[in-house]
């Protein structure tokens, strides 16, 4: 992986989400390859709208 990929990765998921779920802003999205493992970790921390503030977060992991 190259810090370009990462960056366009990070930049497609957090658009992802302001596009298809308006009841939340990412605030920001982290991107890490781990190709010895064959696997993509991100992490999303959110606000969601609406209700008083509390920021949280998930994180998936992509496998083959």
Do not use: M, W
Not at 14 to 26: L, M
Not at 36 to 45: H, P, Q, Y
Not at 50 to 59: E, L, Q, V
């Amino acid at each position: 992986s190259t810090p370009t990929l990462q960056l366009e990765v990070e930049s497609r998921i957090q658009s992802a989400v302001e596009i298809h779920e308006p009841r939340v802003t990412a605030v920001s999205v982290t991107v890490q390859f781990e190709e010895d493992r064959n696997e993509l970790n991100c992490k999303i921390n959110y606000l969601i709208l609406g209700i008083s503030p509390k920021f949280d977060d998930t994180s998936i992991a992509f496998k083959p």
